[in-house]
Protein backbone atom coordinates (compact mmCIF):
# COMPACT_ATOMS: atom_id res chain seq x y z
CA UNK A 1 0.00 0.00 0.00
CA UNK A 2 -0.35 2.32 -1.64
CA UNK A 3 -0.75 0.48 -4.84
CA UNK A 4 -4.37 0.18 -5.80
CA UNK A 5 -4.91 -2.73 -7.53
CA UNK A 6 -6.72 -3.63 -9.94
CA UNK A 7 -7.52 -0.43 -11.84
CA UNK A 8 -11.01 0.45 -12.08
CA UNK A 9 -10.18 1.44 -15.81
CA UNK A 10 -11.99 -0.29 -18.70
CA UNK A 11 -11.38 0.59 -22.20
CA UNK A 12 -14.55 1.46 -25.23
CA UNK A 13 -14.69 -2.42 -26.73
CA UNK A 14 -13.81 -0.55 -30.44
CA UNK A 15 -10.24 0.80 -29.01
CA UNK A 16 -8.77 -2.58 -27.75
CA UNK A 17 -5.37 -1.59 -27.84
CA UNK A 18 -2.98 1.24 -26.70
CA UNK A 19 -2.13 2.54 -29.94
CA UNK A 20 -5.83 3.12 -30.60
CA UNK A 21 -6.44 4.19 -26.78
CA UNK A 22 -3.63 6.97 -27.68
CA UNK A 23 -4.19 8.26 -31.55
CA UNK A 24 -7.56 8.16 -31.08
CA UNK A 25 -8.74 10.75 -28.71
CA UNK A 26 -5.59 12.62 -29.61
CA UNK A 27 -6.74 13.24 -33.04
CA UNK A 28 -10.72 13.25 -33.21
CA UNK A 29 -11.52 14.70 -29.83
CA UNK A 30 -12.79 17.82 -29.76
CA UNK A 31 -13.23 20.44 -26.28
CA UNK A 32 -13.57 23.62 -26.30
CA UNK A 33 -12.75 25.55 -22.80
CA UNK A 34 -12.64 29.49 -22.64
CA UNK A 35 -8.68 30.36 -21.43
CA UNK A 36 -7.45 33.80 -20.44
CA UNK A 37 -4.15 34.07 -21.43
CA UNK A 38 -1.22 36.03 -18.73
CA UNK A 39 1.82 36.55 -19.81
CA UNK A 40 4.95 36.62 -17.00
CA UNK A 41 8.42 37.47 -16.72
CA UNK A 42 10.89 35.04 -16.07
CA UNK A 43 14.35 36.31 -13.86
CA UNK A 44 16.59 35.38 -17.27
CA UNK A 45 14.25 37.89 -19.34
CA UNK A 46 12.31 35.34 -21.12
CA UNK A 47 8.17 34.51 -20.54
CA UNK A 48 5.92 31.98 -19.79
CA UNK A 49 2.41 32.07 -21.07
CA UNK A 50 -0.27 30.94 -19.02
CA UNK A 51 -3.98 30.00 -19.93
CA UNK A 52 -6.38 30.34 -17.23
CA UNK A 53 -10.04 28.99 -16.76
CA UNK A 54 -12.13 29.65 -13.98
CA UNK A 55 -14.69 27.85 -12.21
CA UNK A 56 -17.92 29.56 -12.11
CA UNK A 57 -19.72 31.50 -14.84
CA UNK A 58 -19.15 35.04 -13.63
CA UNK A 59 -15.18 34.75 -13.85
CA UNK A 60 -15.36 33.36 -17.51
CA UNK A 61 -14.09 36.98 -19.12
CA UNK A 62 -12.82 37.61 -22.23
CA UNK A 63 -9.62 37.91 -22.87
CA UNK A 64 -9.96 41.78 -23.97
CA UNK A 65 -11.40 42.19 -20.65
CA UNK A 66 -9.48 40.65 -18.59
CA UNK A 67 -6.55 43.06 -17.62
CA UNK A 68 -9.42 45.34 -16.87
CA UNK A 69 -10.70 42.96 -14.26
CA UNK A 70 -8.01 41.36 -13.50
CA UNK A 71 -7.12 42.45 -9.77
CA UNK A 72 -11.01 42.65 -8.35
CA UNK A 73 -10.93 39.08 -9.87
CA UNK A 74 -8.63 37.49 -7.77
CA UNK A 75 -9.26 39.88 -4.63
CA UNK A 76 -12.86 38.42 -4.67
CA UNK A 77 -11.78 34.84 -5.75
CA UNK A 78 -8.81 33.16 -5.86
CA UNK A 79 -9.24 33.04 -1.84
CA UNK A 80 -12.40 30.97 -2.04
CA UNK A 81 -11.11 28.60 -4.90
CA UNK A 82 -9.06 25.55 -4.96
CA UNK A 83 -6.91 26.02 -8.48
CA UNK A 84 -4.98 23.11 -10.01
CA UNK A 85 -2.21 23.58 -11.76
CA UNK A 86 -1.65 22.25 -15.06
CA UNK A 87 1.91 20.82 -16.96
CA UNK A 88 1.29 19.88 -20.60
CA UNK A 89 3.79 16.81 -22.42
CA UNK A 90 6.02 17.05 -24.48
CA UNK A 91 5.14 19.67 -27.66
CA UNK A 92 1.64 19.96 -26.26
CA UNK A 93 0.01 22.96 -24.99
CA UNK A 94 -3.31 24.34 -23.16
CA UNK A 95 -4.72 23.01 -26.29
CA UNK A 96 -3.79 19.33 -26.71
CA UNK A 97 -7.26 17.07 -25.65
CA UNK A 98 -6.34 15.81 -22.82
CA UNK A 99 -5.46 18.71 -21.16
CA UNK A 100 -8.15 20.62 -22.08
CA UNK A 101 -10.93 17.49 -21.60
CA UNK A 102 -9.08 17.47 -17.76
CA UNK A 103 -9.71 21.48 -17.53
CA UNK A 104 -13.39 20.91 -18.82
CA UNK A 105 -14.38 18.92 -16.09
CA UNK A 106 -12.40 20.04 -13.12
CA UNK A 107 -13.84 23.61 -13.94
CA UNK A 108 -17.10 21.64 -13.57
CA UNK A 109 -16.10 20.12 -10.35
CA UNK A 110 -15.65 23.66 -9.15
CA UNK A 111 -11.66 23.94 -9.41
CA UNK A 112 -10.25 27.06 -11.17
CA UNK A 113 -7.39 25.84 -13.72
CA UNK A 114 -3.65 27.00 -14.72
CA UNK A 115 -2.50 25.24 -17.82
CA UNK A 116 1.23 26.75 -18.37
CA UNK A 117 3.18 26.70 -21.23
CA UNK A 118 6.68 25.39 -21.56
CA UNK A 119 9.15 27.97 -23.06
CA UNK A 120 8.07 28.03 -27.33
CA UNK A 121 5.09 25.90 -26.64
CA UNK A 122 2.39 28.43 -26.41
CA UNK A 123 2.40 29.42 -30.11
CA UNK A 124 4.92 31.62 -30.22
CA UNK A 125 8.80 31.82 -29.67
CA UNK A 126 10.48 32.13 -26.25
CA UNK A 127 13.03 34.99 -26.51
CA UNK A 128 15.76 33.08 -24.74
CA UNK A 129 18.33 30.31 -26.64
CA UNK A 130 16.85 27.63 -24.48
CA UNK A 131 13.61 25.78 -24.99
CA UNK A 132 12.82 23.70 -22.22
CA UNK A 133 13.60 19.89 -21.05
CA UNK A 134 11.17 17.31 -19.35
CA UNK A 135 13.70 17.60 -16.12
CA UNK A 136 13.69 21.39 -15.61
CA UNK A 137 11.33 22.58 -12.46
CA UNK A 138 12.54 26.06 -11.79
CA UNK A 139 9.63 27.57 -14.71
CA UNK A 140 7.27 25.31 -13.04
CA UNK A 141 8.33 26.78 -9.19
CA UNK A 142 7.77 30.54 -11.04
CA UNK A 143 4.09 29.42 -11.96
CA UNK A 144 3.28 28.28 -8.45
CA UNK A 145 4.90 31.46 -6.49
CA UNK A 146 2.72 33.80 -9.24
CA UNK A 147 -0.43 31.27 -8.34
CA UNK A 148 0.49 32.11 -4.64
CA UNK A 149 0.92 35.88 -4.95
CA UNK A 150 -2.76 36.05 -6.40
CA UNK A 151 -4.09 34.94 -3.06
CA UNK A 152 -4.71 31.09 -4.00
CA UNK A 153 -4.68 29.15 -0.53
CA UNK A 154 -5.30 25.63 -2.09
CA UNK A 155 -3.72 24.31 -5.17
CA UNK A 156 -3.02 20.96 -6.81
CA UNK A 157 -0.56 19.95 -8.86
CA UNK A 158 -1.64 18.12 -12.37
CA UNK A 159 1.13 16.75 -15.17
CA UNK A 160 0.74 14.79 -18.37
CA UNK A 161 3.12 13.00 -19.90
CA UNK A 162 6.67 14.51 -19.52
CA UNK A 163 4.30 17.14 -17.44
CA UNK A 164 4.16 14.38 -15.41
CA UNK A 165 7.70 14.19 -15.11
CA UNK A 166 8.25 17.33 -14.21
CA UNK A 167 5.52 17.28 -11.18
CA UNK A 168 7.09 14.75 -9.38
CA UNK A 169 10.32 15.79 -9.68
CA UNK A 170 9.81 19.16 -8.16
CA UNK A 171 7.52 17.35 -5.58
CA UNK A 172 10.12 15.46 -4.82
CA UNK A 173 13.20 17.99 -4.89
CA UNK A 174 11.61 20.26 -2.44
CA UNK A 175 10.20 17.56 -0.41
CA UNK A 176 9.21 18.54 3.32
CA UNK A 177 10.06 22.17 2.12
CA UNK A 178 7.29 22.38 -0.19
CA UNK A 179 4.77 25.33 -0.08
CA UNK A 180 2.12 24.01 2.28
CA UNK A 181 -0.65 25.39 0.13
CA UNK A 182 0.04 22.53 -2.38
CA UNK A 183 -2.11 19.62 -1.08
CA UNK A 184 -1.97 16.99 -3.77
CA UNK A 185 -0.92 16.36 -7.18
CA UNK A 186 -2.41 13.57 -9.81
CA UNK A 187 -0.01 12.80 -12.68
CA UNK A 188 -0.72 10.21 -16.06
CA UNK A 189 1.23 8.24 -18.25
CA UNK A 190 4.74 9.51 -16.74
CA UNK A 191 7.97 7.93 -18.56
CA UNK A 192 9.50 8.18 -14.63
CA UNK A 193 12.51 6.37 -16.32
CA UNK A 194 13.23 8.64 -19.53
CA UNK A 195 16.28 6.36 -20.96
CA UNK A 196 13.88 3.52 -20.96
CA UNK A 197 11.31 5.37 -22.53
CA UNK A 198 13.39 6.83 -25.27
CA UNK A 199 14.42 3.71 -25.85
CA UNK A 200 10.77 2.24 -25.99
CA UNK A 201 9.66 4.86 -28.14
CA UNK A 202 12.11 3.36 -31.14
CA UNK A 203 10.59 0.02 -30.92
CA UNK A 204 8.78 -0.51 -34.37
CA UNK A 205 5.27 -0.20 -33.52
CA UNK A 206 6.28 3.41 -31.55
CA UNK A 207 8.14 4.47 -34.39
CA UNK A 208 5.48 7.17 -35.33
CA UNK A 209 5.39 8.76 -32.09
CA UNK A 210 9.05 9.14 -32.29
CA UNK A 211 8.94 10.62 -35.75
CA UNK A 212 6.60 13.02 -34.75
CA UNK A 213 8.22 14.53 -31.81
CA UNK A 214 11.54 14.32 -34.16
CA UNK A 215 9.64 16.34 -36.34
CA UNK A 216 8.39 19.00 -34.55
CA UNK A 217 11.62 19.39 -31.69
CA UNK A 218 13.72 19.64 -35.12
CA UNK A 219 11.20 22.53 -36.97
CA UNK A 220 11.66 24.58 -33.63
CA UNK A 221 15.48 24.62 -33.77
CA UNK A 222 15.35 25.85 -37.02
CA UNK A 223 13.27 28.63 -36.79
CA UNK A 224 14.93 29.75 -34.42
CA UNK A 225 18.18 29.57 -35.71
CA UNK A 226 17.05 31.80 -38.62
CA UNK A 227 16.95 34.78 -36.18
CA UNK A 228 19.79 33.74 -34.11
CA UNK A 229 22.60 32.49 -36.81
CA UNK A 230 25.73 30.82 -35.76
CA UNK A 231 23.67 29.92 -31.99
CA UNK A 232 22.47 26.18 -33.16
CA UNK A 233 23.75 23.14 -34.01
CA UNK A 234 21.67 23.31 -37.16
CA UNK A 235 23.44 20.71 -39.56
CA UNK A 236 23.68 17.85 -37.14
CA UNK A 237 19.76 18.48 -35.90
CA UNK A 238 18.81 18.52 -39.04
CA UNK A 239 20.69 15.19 -39.26
CA UNK A 240 19.14 13.62 -36.10
CA UNK A 241 15.97 10.64 -36.17
CA UNK A 242 15.01 10.58 -33.14
CA UNK A 243 14.14 11.83 -29.85
CA UNK A 244 17.02 10.45 -28.33
CA UNK A 245 19.23 11.44 -31.23
CA UNK A 246 17.77 14.66 -30.54
CA UNK A 247 18.25 15.19 -27.33
CA UNK A 248 21.69 14.13 -26.77
CA UNK A 249 22.34 16.42 -30.36
CA UNK A 250 20.62 19.64 -28.98
CA UNK A 251 18.78 19.33 -25.29
CA UNK A 252 21.70 17.41 -23.30
CA UNK A 253 24.06 20.48 -24.55
CA UNK A 254 21.67 23.31 -24.40
CA UNK A 255 21.16 22.52 -20.75
CA UNK A 256 24.42 21.48 -19.32
CA UNK A 257 24.43 17.72 -19.47
CA UNK A 258 27.50 15.98 -21.24
CA UNK A 259 24.71 13.98 -22.85
CA UNK A 260 21.58 12.52 -23.90
CA UNK A 261 22.72 9.96 -20.87
CA UNK A 262 23.69 12.15 -18.65
CA UNK A 263 20.15 14.08 -19.18
CA UNK A 264 18.09 11.33 -18.69
CA UNK A 265 19.10 10.18 -15.39
CA UNK A 266 19.61 13.32 -13.43
CA UNK A 267 16.29 14.40 -14.82
CA UNK A 268 14.22 10.82 -14.39
CA UNK A 269 11.41 11.76 -12.00
CA UNK A 270 11.66 8.19 -10.47
CA UNK A 271 14.57 8.84 -7.93
CA UNK A 272 12.57 11.70 -6.45
CA UNK A 273 9.29 10.01 -6.00
CA UNK A 274 10.50 8.68 -2.21
CA UNK A 275 10.82 12.04 -0.76
CA UNK A 276 7.62 13.51 -2.22
CA UNK A 277 5.17 14.27 1.11
CA UNK A 278 1.68 15.35 -0.13
CA UNK A 279 -0.64 12.69 -1.31
CA UNK A 280 0.28 12.13 -5.11
CA UNK A 281 -1.32 9.57 -7.41
CA UNK A 282 0.20 8.51 -10.51
CA UNK A 283 -1.71 6.40 -13.13
CA UNK A 284 0.14 5.17 -15.84
CA UNK A 285 -1.27 2.31 -18.37
CA UNK A 286 0.97 -0.60 -19.10
CA UNK A 287 0.11 -1.07 -22.70
CA UNK A 288 1.29 2.29 -23.07
CA UNK A 289 3.80 2.85 -25.77
CA UNK A 290 5.78 5.42 -24.24
CA UNK A 291 6.81 3.54 -21.36
CA UNK A 292 9.23 0.74 -20.42
CA UNK A 293 9.20 -1.39 -17.49
CA UNK A 294 10.63 1.08 -15.23
CA UNK A 295 7.76 2.98 -14.97
CA UNK A 296 5.60 0.35 -13.63
CA UNK A 297 7.61 0.48 -10.09
CA UNK A 298 5.35 -1.50 -7.85
CA UNK A 299 7.92 -2.61 -5.44
CA UNK A 300 7.91 0.99 -4.56
CA UNK A 301 4.80 1.71 -4.47
CA UNK A 302 4.09 -0.74 -1.72
CA UNK A 303 6.84 1.34 0.46
CA UNK A 304 5.51 4.56 0.25
CA UNK A 305 3.23 6.76 2.67
CA UNK A 306 2.05 9.65 0.05
CA UNK A 307 2.24 8.47 -3.29
CA UNK A 308 -0.51 5.98 -4.78
CA UNK A 309 0.33 4.04 -7.96
CA UNK A 310 -2.14 2.78 -10.23
CA UNK A 311 -1.36 0.67 -13.20
CA UNK A 312 -4.41 -0.49 -15.54
CA UNK A 313 -4.28 -2.82 -18.24
CA UNK A 314 -5.56 -0.37 -20.66
CA UNK A 315 -5.54 3.35 -21.56
CA UNK A 316 -3.03 4.30 -24.03
CA UNK A 317 -0.83 6.89 -23.61
CA UNK A 318 -2.49 10.57 -22.04
CA UNK A 319 -6.16 8.20 -23.36
CA UNK A 320 -8.35 6.55 -20.88
CA UNK A 321 -11.62 7.35 -22.95
CA UNK A 322 -14.93 5.85 -20.64
CA UNK A 323 -16.15 2.99 -22.04
CA UNK A 324 -19.69 4.24 -22.26
CA UNK A 325 -18.98 7.91 -23.12
CA UNK A 326 -17.87 7.82 -26.68
CA UNK A 327 -14.75 9.94 -27.88
CA UNK A 328 -16.43 13.25 -27.09
CA UNK A 329 -17.53 12.04 -23.52
CA UNK A 330 -16.00 12.54 -19.98
CA UNK A 331 -12.91 10.35 -19.88
CA UNK A 332 -12.47 8.29 -16.80
CA UNK A 333 -8.69 9.85 -16.43
CA UNK A 334 -11.23 13.16 -15.53
CA UNK A 335 -13.45 11.43 -13.34
CA UNK A 336 -10.35 9.65 -11.42
CA UNK A 337 -8.50 13.07 -10.67
CA UNK A 338 -11.49 15.08 -9.47
CA UNK A 339 -12.29 11.73 -7.15
CA UNK A 340 -8.63 11.89 -6.01
CA UNK A 341 -8.54 15.76 -5.32
CA UNK A 342 -12.07 15.66 -3.47
CA UNK A 343 -11.61 12.31 -1.33
CA UNK A 344 -11.31 13.66 2.22
CA UNK A 345 -9.73 10.35 3.36
CA UNK A 346 -7.40 8.60 1.33
CA UNK A 347 -7.01 5.07 2.56
CA UNK A 348 -8.78 2.96 0.13
CA UNK A 349 -6.23 0.58 -2.80
Excluded at 63 to 85: N, Q
Aim: aromatic residues 12%.
Amino acid sequence: MPLIAPSSYEPPARLWNGHLQTIIPSLFRKVAVSYVRERIETPDDDFLDLDWAFSSEECRVKSEEYSAVYSSLFTLHSSLKPLVILSHGLEGSSKSPYLAGMVHQLTKSRFDCLAWHYRSCSGEMNRQQRFYHVGETSDLHLVIQHALSKGYQTIYLMGFSAGGNVTLKYLGEQGKALNPAIKRAVVFSVPMYLMGSAKRLEQWDSLVYNYRFNRTLKRKVLEKAAVMPGVFPTEAVRKVRSVREFDNTFTAPMNGFQDAKDYYTRSSSLQFIPSITIPTLIVNAKNDPFLSPECFPETLARELANVWMEFPEHGGHCGFPAKNEGIQGTYWSEKRAVDFLTTPNLNYQ
